[in-house]
T-cell receptor
Framework: AQKITQTQPGMFVQEKEAVTLDCTYD???????LFWYKQPSSGEMIFLIY??????QNATEGRYSLNFQKARKSANLVISASQLGDSAMYFC???????????FGTGTSLTVIP | DAGVIQSPRHEVTEMGQEVTLRCKPI?????LFWYRQTMMRGLELLIY????????DSGMPEDRFSAKMPNASFSTLKIQPSEPRDSAVYFCASSPRQGYHYGYTFGSGTRLTVV
């Protein structure tokens, strides 16, 4: 079974609008961390936001927030007030306490339309 | 901190040649990971080290691939002989220590093209 599932290969959003990128995960470890990374066309992987499995509140970092629904095992990334520079690939990832490696989703390509 | 440093940024080589990719992790990070990214397969973990010791190399495609970490500040990924299907972006990443709340810091990647 896939550890991380991103079902949206591509998404479009109008500039200044909000957009939600979906991510579901699968783990039996009660302790885990969820991460989102941005990969612009230049290729580097940029850390955006982190949510721990025991965190009671949704994580926020500037225009990024993580909609964490533990019972549904989902960790959707919300980008508010989209900007042209937000056009990129976005990867959801998970790290379990019992392991060391990250599990990555297949990514969502976001295009912001002027 | 300068972050994770990879070299070269781009490498074009002929089939059959040896290729060596280099990585300098963030000082103090105990874990180092090598990933390969392709359109078809996404991000694949090749190998990771803990305190310079290889822990899991089950993702290394075949014997043509080898990785070393002779000290805490340097790692190499070598492909010998290279083949066109090895063309990909290779990322190195480091992490401070074990624990689910520690993320990766990625290098800028090496774009390898084998012709």
């Amino acid at each position: 079974a896939q550890k991380i599932t991103q079902t949206q290969p591509g998404m479009f959003v109008q500039e200044k609008e909000a957009v939600t990128l979906d991510c579901t995960y699968d783990t039996s470890d009660p302790s885990y961390g969820l991460f989102w990374y941005k990969q612009p066309s230049s290729g580097e992987m940029i850390f955006l936001i982190y949510q721990g499995s025991y965190d009671q509140q949704n994580a926020t970092e500037g225009r990024y927030s993580l909609n964490f629904q533990k019972a549904r095992k989902s960790a959707n990334l919300v980008i508010s007030a989209s900007q042209l520079g937000d056009s990129a690939m976005y990867f959801c990832a998970m790290r379990e306490h019992s392991g060391n490696q990250f599990y990555f989703g297949t990514g969502t390509s976001l295009t912001v339309i002027p | 901190d300068a972050g994770v440093i990879q070299s070269p940024r781009h490498e074009v080589t002929e089939m059959g040649q040896e290729v060596t990719l280099r990585c300098k992790p963030i000082s103090g990070h105990d874990y180092l990971f090598w990933y390969r990214q392709t359109m078809m397969r996404g991000l694949e973990l090749l190998i990771y080290f803990n305190n310079n010791v290889p822990i899991d190399d089950s993702g290394m495609p075949e014997d043509r691939f080898s990785a070393k970490m002779p000290n805490a500040s340097f790692s190499t990924l070598k492909i010998q002989p290279s083949e066109p299907r090895d063309s990909a972006v290779y990322f190195c990443a480091s992490s401070p220590r074990q624990g689910y709340h520690y993320g990766y810091t990625f290098g800028s990647g090496t774009r390898l093209t084998v012709v």
